[in-house]
């Protein structure tokens, strides 16, 4: 199959991924919290007992460079949200409090980017995206 119109998948793909950190940002920086420190606290509100720096780092989206994540693990420790606990990184009752809180914030993002699309349609496009992503990488 030949694509309808040539290069559109990919500036649609970009013009969604930049609104979409835009919003989330925007709800993000209300609370003076990076999309990075969000995405580490909500990793770690899914495991318990926390996770060794290496395992959390591979969990993470691969945009990040290690220096970023240091950074966002110092400000997430100064905003009292996780801690080392010997050999893990633990997210504090605070954290887990502030997980609920901006998790509210990228909640409204996320409804907002499925307003009027079906649960299927959703679905479709997640699917085919996956789809298309693994002919490109494996």
Known sequence: ??????????IVLQQL????TAAVDSELA???????EWQMVALLSR???GLPWAQLERLMPPAWSETEFSQA?????????????????????????????LGEGVQRVRDQVAQGVSDEEYRITLDV???????LTM
């Open 73 to 101: 693990w110092t400000a997430i420790e100064a905003a009292g949200w996780g801690e080392i606990d010997g050999d893990r990184w633990v997210l504090t009752d605070a954290g887990a409090d502030a997980v609920a809180t």
């Open 17 to 20: 991924d930049r609104a979409i």
């Open 30 to 36: 209300d609370h003076s919290t990076s999309r990075l």
């Open 47 to 49: 495991h318990e007992d």
């Open 129 to 135: 995206l996956e789809r298309m992503r693994d002919n």
């Open 1 to 10: 199959m030949t694509a309808p119109t040539p290069g559109r998948l990919g």
